[in-house]
Each structure stands twice: as C-alpha cells, then as structure tokens.
C-alpha cells in the first residue's frame, strides 16, 4: 500500500498519495527535484480511460505551475496502460502551496462523485 512507502520525497507524499487513490492510475517513481530540478511524478494510467481521467482530475491544470507529458507507446501493441508524468514548473520550495492545491483538488473530485461510475 503507497502509505507504507517510506522512500516518497515528504514535500510530495501526500499528492503522491493522493494521485494513488484514482482508479486505473498507479504512480512508478517520483521525485521532488530537491530544488535543483522540477518535481517529477510518473505515472500509469489505465489507457481505455486516459481522457475521462485526465478531464476530470487534471482539466484545470494552470501550465505555467504544472504540465502532464504523455509517452507514446508502440502503436502496433495493443496497449494496455499509458506511461505518463506530471511536471511542475518551478522547483519545489516556490511549489509547496500549488502541491497542496491539486492534492486536495484530487481528494474533492474523488470524494464528490462516485469516481468510478463517472469514468466508466
């Protein structure tokens, strides 16, 4: 369970967390940049229900604070999941109240609808 996870950067843990409670979205590696480099979250995301999860976790997304980048996958499988991260653009001390926004923007939109009757 993410929450035993002792090794998640605490300045990203709890939207780390949060992004792990979507369904059909499972986080792989994060890292906060330690204020060298951006934060970087990658991610999974279940690929029958990329644009549902997208619209309505991500949609409002401001680019200058944060940005997904998607990798392409081999278009001759079948694929399965979809290899994604999301960037911040700007290091993570001038980040920490736009880290706290989206996680609670995440845990709003999964506590007011019943998230997997509305993305299915």
């Known amino acids: 369970m993410i929450e035993e996870i002792k090794d998640i950067d605490s300045e ?5 967390i949060a992004l792990n409670t979507i369904p059909a979205l499972k986080t792989t ?3 906060c940049g330690h204020d060298k480099e951006p934060i970087r979250i990658w991610f999974d995301i279940g690929a029958c229900l990329i644009n549902k ?13 944060w940005s997904i980048k998607i990798s392409t996958a081999d278009p001759n499988k079948e ?3 979809v ?11 001038d980040m920490l109240e ?9 845990k ?5 609808y019943d998230v997997w009757h509305v993305i299915q």
Do not use: Q
């Open 12 to 16: 990203i843990r709890d939207l780390v």
């Open 29 to 31: 590696c994060s890292c």
């Open 53 to 65: 999860i997208l619209f309505y976790f991500f949609n409002n997304l401001d680019p200058k604070i």
């Open 79 to 81: 694929n399965v999941w």
């Open 83 to 93: 290899n994604c991260y999301l960037e911040s653009g700007y290091l993570v001390s």
């Open 98 to 106: 736009e880290i706290e926004k989206l996680t609670k923007h995440i």
């Open 108 to 112: 709003t939109i999964y506590a007011k």
